[in-house]
């Protein structure tokens, strides 16, 4: 039996590459309900040349619909998300209201599929951050493979990690600053434009960021703690779309480099690139579907000791594909 989904936020960057996603990866469903906070809104959306009228959230009837996902804000996810639970239907939030709580299921489509029992029972499932993810995958063909004991990672991240915001105010700004006017960075700390922020989001007591304990938290969740620890450093770069980490693992034996390519080499995830191809967020990670890795080293002495840099869109392959992922879990589940 197809299930019914209903998208609030279907006019978002992240909302029409979830709708793209799932005409590319030809997902069927009984109906399809776009949702706006407008009402009056005469619209439609157009899925495998289907068209799906647009109804205003206020007066929609949850329980019409299987999964419900909210691309939208936080505010506006904490108005309806118990409205649309209480009604029976399954909430897929990506707003990251709940992130790093530690009560709701984050649930990464490649690594804890088995849990998603709990996400069905909860009625509350939410993906992880793009930058979770992209450290992720590759940490856990490590951790399986050979076993992870510390981990050092730094984010740079694109502005589209701040939603629309980021990308609409980086490209004002830089239409501003290019005319010899001052740039107009409201919403942020800083000027975007040219420019790099050391770091993203509030600084807490210990000079890490909310963001960067989120990361840390997600990654272990799914993966484990680590004996030696994660220490992630994000900062936000200059970019519309794209992010790049420089990663450094500890391993718990020795292996050689032969044996760490192989193992990448080995899983559908990432994708090892050539030792001398020049990567950039521009050209090689718009529109991919995996996790680029790059510049793959080992140091010597130790034996235990690599670094790499990985790529990945995070607008796309971090949160549009993730979406829909976990929306094929769920209807695989709820179809049993």
């Not at 490590?142 to 502005?159: I, M, P």
């Not at 006017?181 to 000079?207: C, I, K, R, W, Y």
């Not at 992010?243 to 500890?250: F, P």
């Amino acid at each position: 039996m197809a299930l019914n989904i209903a998208l609030y936020g279907y006019d978002t960057d992240i909302g029409k590459l979830i709708i793209e996603t799932l005409e590319e990866q030809d997902f069927s469903f009984a109906n399809f309900f776009p949702l706006s906070p407008l009402t009056g809104e005469y619209d439609a959306v157009q899925i495998k040349r289907q068209n799906y009228f647009v109804e205003p959230i206020s007066k929609f009837d949850f329980s019409k619909a299987d999964i419900a996902l909210f691309i939208s804000t936080q505010d506006e996810t904490s108005q309806w998300v118990k409205k649309a639970q209480e009604s029976g239907c399954i909430v897929l939030d990506n707003s990251h209201l709940y992130s790093g709580d530690g009560h709701t299921l984050t649930l990464f489509p490649e690594l804890n599929e088995f849990q998603i029992k709990e996400a069905v029972e909860s009625r509350l499932v939410i993906p992880p951050l793009a930058p979770s993810l992209q450290l992720a995958l590759p940490l856990s063909v490590l951790d399986d493979e050979f076993g992870v004991v510390k981990v050092t990672a730094t984010s740079l991240e694109s502005v589209s990690e701040q939603g629309r915001l980021g990308t609409e105010t980086l490209a004002h700004e830089t239409t501003l600053l290019l005319n010899g006017m001052s740039g107009e960075h409201d919403g942020f700390p800083a000027q975007l434009a040219f420019n790099l922020h050391t770091h993203v989001g509030n600084l807490s007591e210990n000079n890490y960021t909310e963001h960067e304990n989120t990361i840390r938290t997600e990654v272990q969740q799914v993966i484990g703690r680590f004996e030696g620890g994660i220490d992630v450093t994000t900062i936000l770069v200059p970019i519309f779309y794209g992010h790049t980490q420089i990663v450094h693992v500890e391993l718990d034996r020795v292996t050689s480099l032969e044996k760490i390519e192989q193992a990448f080499n080995d899983c559908e995830f990432v994708t090892l690139c050539e030792k001398d191809q020049v990567l950039t967020p521009v050209t090689d990670s718009i529109n991919e579907r995996s996790v680029l890795i790059s510049r793959l080293r080992q140091d010597t002495q130790s034996g235990k000791s690599f670094s790499f840099v990985s790529l990945m869109d995070n607008s796309r392959r971090g949160e549009a594909i993730s979406c829909v992922n976990i929306v094929k879990l769920l209807a695989k589940y709820m179809q049993k």
